[in-house]
């Protein structure tokens, strides 16, 4: 494993790799950023097609992603959105030897793998990914860590298996269990969804088995979390745990980020805003604090008080 500062010092190296402008960029990969432009730009739209893709990350370990929507990692070593890099920082701040962490909608396990080198032999990731194409580039990168349990379940609140809308390439990251979720959204004119049945992990019995008194869950499952969260009712009030989970603004009458907030408002947690430094700021209304950010999606941390 990385020392610890080392690897906040390779964060930081990446963030500023992945902020720089194109000429950066160019100047310090003068072959391969041209080409991914070339692909992202002019292949891939013509015959929609990724390209699988073994990028190094700033962690040490590697990832096999998906290209167009792997560039930024394969280029920066990170993922690059802004709510993704401070999502970063906080683990890396918060997750230490011993820890447990449940990754929930892993999709290919950047933060699995991430979480896996923070925890190091002695914590746990339990990695937990829906979509059958995903989960297999989720396994391969899995495999060789000891400390990282895969699963291919959908998170929810029920016994059985559930339907997952799976889509193409860069769509892969709206793969949902909810049904007709895109369906006013152009691009999913000019994509075919596959469906896939899939047996539901109710998250409370992962925690009861495996004994789990304390963990960080990160929870990003395209409109899920509500369902995610009701598997998780004796959990969030018994064990001490810490809430990562997207959050969307409403969206056509669509509420559901909201409701899975009060789920976790109802059992005594707070909410909080991570800032550039991957430190915590309270928000006690987070629409509010997204519109003034000019943002319409951000992790938001959860925390029991």
Same mark, same amino acid.
Request: overall charge neutral.
């Given at each position: 494993?990385?020392?610890?500062?080392?690897?906040?010092?390779?964060?930081?190296?990446?963030?500023?790799?992945?902020?720089?402008?194109?000429?950066?960029?160019?100047?310090?990969?003068?072959? =391969?950023?041209?080409?991914?432009?070339?692909?992202?730009?002019?292949?891939?739209?013509?015959?929609?097609? %990724?390209?699988?893709?073994?990028?190094?990350?700033?962690?040490?370990?590697?990832?096999?992603?998906?290209?167009?929507?792997?560039?930024?990692?394969?280029?920066?070593?990170?993922?690059?959105?802004?709510?993704?890099?401070?999502?970063?920082?906080? =683990?890396?701040?918060?997750?230490?030897?011993?820890?447990?962490?449940?990754?929930? %909608?892993?999709?290919? %396990?950047?933060?699995?793998?991430?979480?896996?080198? =923070?925890?190091?032999?002695?914590?746990?990731?339990?990695?937990?990914?829906?979509?059958?194409?995903?989960?297999?580039?989720?396994?391969?990168?899995?495999?060789?860590?000891?400390?990282?349990?895969?699963?291919?379940?959908?998170?929810?609140?029920?016994?059985?298996?559930?339907?997952?809308?799976?889509?193409? %390439?860069?769509?892969?990251?709206?793969?949902?269990?909810?049904?007709?979720?895109?369906?006013?959204?152009?691009?999913?004119?000019?994509?075919?969804?596959?469906?896939?049945?899939?047996?539901?992990?109710?998250?409370?019995?992962?925690?009861?088995?495996?004994?789990?008194?304390?963990?960080?869950?990160?929870?990003?499952?395209?409109?899920?979390?509500?369902?995610?969260?009701?598997? =998780?009712?004796?959990?969030?009030?018994?064990?001490?745990?810490?809430?990562?989970?997207?959050?969307?603004?409403?969206?056509?009458?669509?509420?559901?980020?909201?409701?899975?907030?009060?789920?976790?408002?109802?059992?005594?947690?707070?909410?909080?805003?991570?800032?550039?430094?991957?430190?915590?700021?309270?928000?006690?209304?987070?629409?509010?604090?997204?519109?003034?950010?000019?943002?319409?999606?951000?992790?938001?941390?959860?925390?029991?008080?």
């Amino acid at each position: 494993m990385k020392d610890r500062n080392q690897l906040w010092q390779d964060l930081l190296a990446a963030e500023n790799k992945s902020r720089s402008g194109k000429f950066k960029k160019l100047g310090r990969a003068p072959f =391969l950023y041209p080409a991914l432009m070339l692909f992202n730009y002019a292949w891939y739209p013509f015959f929609k097609k %990724g390209v699988y893709v073994k990028a190094n990350t700033f962690f040490g370990l590697p990832l096999r992603t998906l290209l167009p929507s792997g560039t930024d990692v394969l280029l920066n070593k990170i993922k690059s959105h802004d709510s993704e890099i401070r999502l970063s920082k906080y =683990l890396t701040l918060v997750l230490q030897e011993g820890d447990v962490f449940i990754d929930v %909608g892993a999709h290919y %396990g950047y933060y699995s793998l991430l979480a896996s080198v =923070l925890v190091g032999n002695s914590g746990k990731v339990y990695s937990i990914e829906a979509s059958a194409s995903s989960f297999s580039e989720l396994k391969e990168n899995v495999d060789p860590l000891k400390n990282i349990i895969p699963y291919h379940a959908a998170a929810g609140d029920s016994p059985g298996t559930i339907t997952f809308y799976e889509y193409p %390439g860069p769509y892969a990251e709206y793969n949902t269990i909810i049904p007709g979720a895109y369906t006013n959204e152009k691009w999913f004119q000019t994509v075919k969804e596959k469906t896939n049945t899939v047996p539901m992990l109710i998250l409370d019995e992962l925690i009861r088995n495996e004994q789990i008194e304390k963990a960080v869950l990160k929870i990003d499952v395209e409109g899920g979390e509500s369902s995610v969260l009701r598997g =998780l009712q004796s959990a969030l009030k018994e064990k001490k745990l810490i809430i990562a989970m997207e959050y969307l603004i409403p969206k056509e009458g669509k509420k559901l980020h909201q409701e899975s907030a009060e789920i976790l408002f109802k059992s005594n947690y707070k909410s909080y805003a991570i800032s550039s430094d991957g430190n915590l700021e309270y928000i006690d209304d987070i629409d509010l604090y997204l519109r003034h950010s000019g943002m319409d999606s951000d992790n938001i941390i959860f925390i029991n008080t």
